[in-house]
């Protein structure tokens, strides 16, 4: 079983790609993450989320802050 806790104030678009990659291995069964300088969309928690597949738990504390997006 693998968990990952990750506070941070800026949490980077393309670290959230490669949680959602790593967490396409199968390993990775709880996932908690914090910032609270980053605002997170609606698509990137979701390609975490798809990309998790065997997630059992997942926790988001202070999302809040600027994010943004190439595509905006």
Do not use: P, W
């Amino acid at each position: 079983m693998v968990s990952l806790d990750l506070s941070t104030h800026f949490l980077d678009h393309g670290l959230l790609i490669s949680i959602g990659q790593y967490g396409a291995l199968g390993s990775l069964k709880h996932l908690a993450l914090a910032t609270t300088g980053t605002r997170l969309t609606a698509d990137t928690l979701q390609g975490v989320l798809e990309g998790c597949v065997a997630l059992e738990s997942f926790v988001l504390n202070d999302g809040e802050g600027m994010y943004h997006d190439e595509a905006s």
